[in-house]
C-alpha cells in the first residue's frame, strides 16, 4: 500500500519515499522540505505537512508535539504577480 | 545522540555549501575532519539562496574564482556521483545608460582577456534570448551575456558533498553547537560543542551569517554584518526562459526554474543590517511591481511563497579567506556578500590547498582578513539582490 500512497499531491512525494529519506538520515520536516520539495508546491504544506508529520512521528518514536512544523511563508493564498505589483489601496 | 569526536585535524563550523564542500576535499586528502552545523545542512544561506551561478564580475579576483568555480561545477557530478542540477542557460545584466554601458565595456574586457565567452548585446538580441522581457519596460540599452553562467541546486550540491565527505570519512554533526574555542600561544588547540571536546589546530569558521559571533569568541573581530535578503517563487508555468535576468541597477535577479517556478529577489529601499527573519510586505510588493515592468507577461502568474536569507555582507562585498598572525589555526572562510555559494568550488580548493599543503597564492593574500587595515581596497560592484 505505502509505495502507492502519496503524501504530497503538488510535488507527487508518495509515503515510501518520505520514509526513505527519513531512512537516510533526513530527521526533521524542514530537511525532508529540503531534500525533496514537500510542502513547496501551491498548496504550501496544508495537506501534507500533517500527514508526512505522522509518517515522521512513526519511523521515529517522536510524538507529534516533538517535531517542529516548517516555518509558514506569505502569501496565504497565491496572489498574482499582477495584484500584488499594484499601487491602488 | 551520537558521541563527538575526540580530535580531529580539522574541524568546520557550518553546514553549507562551503562547509561540506572543505569537508569532502580536506577528507579526501586523508585529513580527519569534523564538520559542526548548529541546525541541519543548508539551513542558512545556501538553502535559502538563488543559487545563481555567475562568472560576469567586476574585479578580476572574482571572475577568475567565479570562471574556475563553473569549471568545477561543470565536472561535479561525475567527481560526486551524485546529481546537482547544474542547468547552463547564461546570465542576462541589462545596461541601462551610458555609465553603466563603460563600466559593462570594461568588465567585458577584462572577462575576454581571462577567456570567458561574454559579449554585449543590442536591445533586438535581448529579446533573442528572452522574449517575454519588455525592452522598454527595462530601460535598457542593451545587455551583457556569458552562455555559461547558470544556475545549480544547492540542496541537491550540498547534500551530495555532504555524503561524498562522510564516504571518505569525515563526521558530519547536525544540531550541534559551538559554545567556546580554546588557544594558546596564539594557537588554536580545541573546540567545545554541546556534545563534547574535540582537540584540534585548525578551526575553519564557515558559520555565514553567525560568522562574526564564531570569530568573536576568539577575540578576532570580523567587519562582516548579516543583511536580510527576501526572494520570491511562483507557481510552476510552462518554460519560457533559461536565463537568468539580473541589474545592478535596480537590484533584481529572476530566472525560471527546471520545474516551471520563476525564482527572483530585490533588495528594499532602506534596508539596515540585522538578524532579522520576518518577511516583508516591501519586498513582494517591490519585487512584483519591478519583476512585471521587466516582464509584464508575468502578471497573471501567481506567487506562492517569499523568505528569507542572509547575506554575510563585507566592506568590499568580497570574501575573507585565511588565518592571520594573530590565531593560527583559525582559518576564515566567510562573508561571501551573496556570492557564497557560486564561488564555493574554487574558495575550498584553495583552502584545501592551503590547509593540506601550505599553498598561498596571491588570491588568498588578497582576500585576507588584514585587506582591510589597508583603506585601498577594491569593491566589487557587480552585486544584485
Excluded at chain 1, 21 to 40: F, N, P
Excluded at chain 2, 10 to 36: D, P
Excluded at chain 2, 313 to 339: M, Y
Amino acid at each position: 500500500m505505502a509505495d502507492k500512497t502519496l503524501i504530497c499531491r503538488c510535488e507527487d512525494l508518495t509515503q515510501k519515499e518520505i520514509e526513505q529519506a527519513i531512512d537516510d538520515g533526513y530527521s526533521t520536516l524542514d530537511e525532508l522540505k529540503c531534500r525533496l520539495r514537500l510542502g513547496m508546491g501551491p498548496c504550501q504544506g496544508r495537506s501534507c505537512i500533517s500527514l508526512a508529520r505522522r509518517v515522521l512521528c512513526q519511523k521515529t518514536g517522536k510524538t507529534q508535539d516533538e517535531i517542529i512544523l516548517p516555518t509558514s511563508r506569505p502569501p496565504v493564498v497565491p496572489v498574482s504577480l499582477g495584484t500584488l505589483a499594484s499601487d491602488k489601496k | 545522540m551520537n558521541k563527538i569526536e575526540k580530535k580531529a585535524d580539522v574541524v568546520i563550523i557550518g553546514g553549507g555549501v562551503n562547509g561540506c564542500s572543505l569537508a569532502y576535499q580536506l577528507a579526501k586528502k586523508n585529513k580527519k575532519v569534523v564538520l559542526l552545523e548548529k541546525s541541519y545542512l543548508c539551513s542558512g544561506a545556501t538553502g535559502r539562496c538563488g543559487a545563481g551561478i555567475r562568472q560576469q564580475w567586476s574585479t578580476k579576483e572574482n571572475a577568475e574564482l567565479a570562471i574556475n568555480s563553473v569549471k568545477i561545477f561543470e565536472r561535479l557530478e561525475k567527481e560526486l556521483g551524485a546529481e546537482i542540477g547544474l542547468r547552463q542557460g547564461g546570465y542576462l545584466i541589462a545596461v541601462h545608460d551610458q555609465k553603466d554601458m563603460r563600466q559593462a565595456e570594461k568588465n567585458v574586457l577584462m572577462q575576454k582577456n581571462l577567456g570567458l565567452d561574454v559579449s554585449i548585446l543590442s536591445p533586438e538580441e535581448i529579446l533573442n534570448i528572452v522574449p517575454i522581457l519588455d525592452v522598454k519596460g527595462m530601460k535598457a540599452i542593451g545587455a551583457t551575456f556569458c552562455p555559461t553562467d547558470g544556475h545549480v541546486d544547492p540542496f541537491k550540491t550540498t547534500h551530495a558533498y555532504a555524503k561524498a565527505a562522510e564516504k571518505n570519512g569525515a563526521k558530519l554533526y547536525n544540531f550541534t553547537t559551538v559554545t567556546d574555542i580554546k588557544t594558546k600561544n596564539k594557537r588554536v588547540e580545541s573546540v567545545i560543542t554541546s556534545k563534547g571536546t574535540i582537540k584540534t589546530n585548525t578551526v575553519v569558521n564557515a558559520a555565514g551569517a553567525w560568522s562574526k559571533k564564531i570569530s568573536d569568541i576568539v577575540g578576532i573581530k570580523l567587519p562582516n554584518k548579516p543583511f536580510r535578503k527576501e526572494i520570491l517563487v511562483t507557481e510552476r508555468v510552462k518554460p519560457m526562459f533559461k536565463t537568468m535576468v539580473i541589474s545592478f541597477k535596480d537590484g533584481i535577479y529572476f530566472s525560471q526554474q527546471d520545474e516551471g517556478q520563476i525564482l527572483g529577489g530585490i533588495p528594499i529601499p532602506n534596508e539596515q543590517s540585522g538578524y532579522l527573519t520576518n518577511p516583508t510586505f516591501d519586498f513582494i510588493h517591490h519585487m512584483s511591481k519591478t519583476l512585471t515592468r521587466y516582464a509584464p507577461i508575468l502578471k497573471h502568474v501567481n506567487v506562492i511563497r517569499q523568505w528569507t536569507g542572509y547575506y554575510d555582507v563585507t566592506l568590499d562585498a568580497r570574501p575573507i579567506l585565511g588565518e592571520t598572525d594573530k590565531l593560527k589555526g583559525f582559518i576564515q572562510c566567510n562573508g561571501f556578500s551573496g556570492h557564497g555559494f557560486m564561488l564555493s568550488p574554487m574558495v575550498t580548493k584553495l583552502l584545501t590547498e592551503y590547509i593540506v599543503d601550505g599553498k598561498y597564492p596571491e588570491i588568498l593574500e588578497s582576500l585576507n582578513l588584514d585587506r582591510f587595515k589597508d583603506k585601498t581596497t577594491v569593491k566589487e560592484v557587480s552585486v544584485v539582490g
